[in-house]
């Protein structure tokens, strides 16, 4: 076996969680719970007390089921946002839990504001509000005091080890202590999160990572399921959030707490002219801004002080850059309404339906593999109780899996592999290219051919044609790259995730052959939607290098089951 530049440690356990963000936290949570027999070990690539999305905190639990609502209408909100591509089975499956996992974040000591009834205080039909700066912190520190759960912090899992259809593990990289791990396990968790870093970003340079979704979310957990064969699911489904210009701050708590509406620069309201689903608000957004009636806001102007002094505290607390920009101006919201633009697309499974194929279970098609949040495709608009609840399920699953299964062998030559690529990247530099110089051409291809903010988000066979060809010619360039360190190793892994992910996006944009989502998907050769032959679910699988696309059918009105064969 190699390893003669590398340090290599092996680990065993029975439950590997991969990504200590809200998912993998709940998940080990509920595993602990369920079996204190069961040996769990997480693997973060930063540090879990600030790691993902609720690094910096939330505001607002964005899906609850609120007094008078019940979780079928949780699932029909979700399911008319997407325009029907959903799993029915997996967002009813996820509804039925968010308010008993918004219980037991109460009960960790998230505090969630009440009134004088005692009963939260709701923002809409589907919102609580938080007081949730410290909700990482919260997930993080139950999760450290579970006595049958390790947390191997700074260290970024790059490769799933899969023999047969079935996962005996994984391979890692340690950051801080140049190590290479070799970790076998009877079952594993995917919790790493979506992709972000896939287009160029609304701001260049320096502010290149002020975006919506965290940078360091590369999508590794998609890129290693796609790369071993995993059926994935609805990529084409890309997410634009609508957001304040240039700060890239939420716009949700303008349109929700000051009841701010949409405008154009003749001062008229426009979210109603294209409809008000998040791609929707988005696509009106574009398109008012190239007939000429841009720029847009969402109007403030002449709110109250008490709503002013609101939105002042509550982007301070979530987004601080915009209260800045307010006072640094000498304009605050009532004086002057917030101008909006969309950012670059994102492949995130919480808020479309992007992800793994999973059953109820949340089982992928690779056996003894399972995936949560953001990573499980089919059920959109999770936001964090979802991913909580997913953590819940697949951990639950992953237990029962662990009892029928013995832990998984990991071959010489797997492991002979990659310590030749480690050795490879950080052995004599033959590149011509840096890590970020690769980066900044894969965003320029994806930002020009596939429908970024370059081209308004639109596409056609063509362009995608040429898109895929480049992405190609990246990836065997990031064959030759160097890095001086584990640091840089790092990166030209995430390069390599999104490069895969990239070739994903691409297939199943140009596999829908219609515009069913404006803006997330929006397809010139095919600008109009069709019903009769695409309510269907574009799904792939690699195979030899390529992917290839599945199309499967739609689960039936109220199906609570909607299972696969691995």
């Not at 064959?479 to 790092?490: K, S």
Request: charged share 25%.
């Amino acid at each position: 076996m190699g390893g003669d530049i590398v340090r290599v440690e092996r680990l065993k356990t029975d439950l590997l969680i991969i990504g200590g963000g809200t998912a993998g936290c709940y998940a080990a949570l509920t595993a602990s719970e369920k079996s204190d027999a069961t040996e769990i070990l997480i693997c973060e690539k930063a540090n879990i007390k600030r790691s993902g999305c609720l690094a910096a905190g939330v505001n607002a639990l964005n899906a609850y089921i609120v007094e008078g609502r019940t979780p079928q209408d949780y699932v029909d909100y979700a399911k008319k946002d997407a325009d029907g591509i959903v799993r029915d089975d997996l967002l009813y499956t996820m509804s039925e839990r968010l308010n008993k996992v918004t219980e037991r974040l109460e009960q960790l000591g998230l505090v969630i504001l009440k009134d004088e009834n005692g009963k939260y205080v709701a923002r809409g039909n589907r919102n609580l509000k938080i007081n949730g700066e410290n909700i990482k912190p919260i997930l993080a520190a139950a999760v450290e005091k579970l006595p049958n759960v390790t947390v191997l912090n700074r260290v970024n899992i790059i490769d799933f080890s899969v023999n047969g259809n079935k996962i005996n593990g994984a391979f890692g990289i340690g950051i801080e202590n140049d190590t290479f791990y070799i970790i076998e396990a009877k079952a594993v968790i995917i919790a790493t999160g979506g992709a972000a870093g896939l287009y160029k970003p609304n701001n260049p340079g320096f502010s290149r990572h002020k975006m919506w979704y965290p940078p360091f979310n590369t999508g590794a957990g998609y890129a290693m399921g796609i790369k071993h064969g995993a059926e994935m699911t609805t990529f084409e489904m890309r997410f634009i959030a609508l957001r304040c210009k240039d700060t890239i701050a939420p716009t949700g708590t303008l349109a929700q707490g000051a009841g701010a509406k949409q405008i154009n620069s003749l001062g008229e309201v426009y979210e109603a002219k294209y409809g008000l689903t998040t791609s929707e608000r988005v696509y009106g957004t574009v398109n008012e801004n190239i007939e000429g009636r841009g720029p847009c806001y969402l109007r403030t102007e002449g709110i109250s002080p008490e709503q002013e002094e609101s939105l002042l505290k509550a982007y301070l607390n979530m987004a601080p850059s915009q209260t800045i920009r307010w006072i640094e101006s000498g304009k605050l919201p009532s004086q002057a309404n917030v101008e909006i633009e969309g950012t670059e697309p994102y492949i995130v499974g919480g808020h479309t339906a992007s992800g793994y194929w999973v059953d109820t279970k949340r089982a992928t098609t690779i056996s003894g593999l399972f995936a949560a949040g953001d990573v499980a495709g089919g059920c959109p608009q999770k936001y964090v109780t979802g991913a909580l609840a997913e953590g819940e399920i697949a951990a639950v699953s992953a237990v029962d899996y662990i009892s029928e299964n013995t832990t998984g062998s990991i071959s010489g030559s797997e492991i002979d592999a990659h310590i030749s690529e480690i050795e490879r990247f950080i052995g004599e530099n033959r590149s011509q290219f840096t890590t970020e110089q690769l980066e900044e051409a894969m965003q320029t291809v994806m930002d020009s051919y596939a429908g970024g903010i370059k081209t308004n988000y639109r596409f056609n066979g063509k362009q995608l044609d040429i898109a895929d060809y480049k992405i190609r010619q990246l990836t065997e360039l990031s064959d030759a790259l160097h890095a001086d360190d584990f640091q840089e190793l790092m990166y030209i892994y995430e390069l390599r995730e999104r490069l895969t992910i990239c070739r994903s996006v691409i297939a199943h944009l140009r596999a829908r052959h219609e515009t069913r989502w404006h803006s997330f998907a929006e397809n010139l050769d095919h600008p109009e939607k069709d019903d009769i032959n695409w309510r269907k679910y574009v799904n792939s699988r690699m195979e030899n290098g390529e992917i290839k696309i599945i199309l499967r059918d739609l689960t039936e009105e109220g199906q609570k089951t909607y299972e696969h064969s691995n």
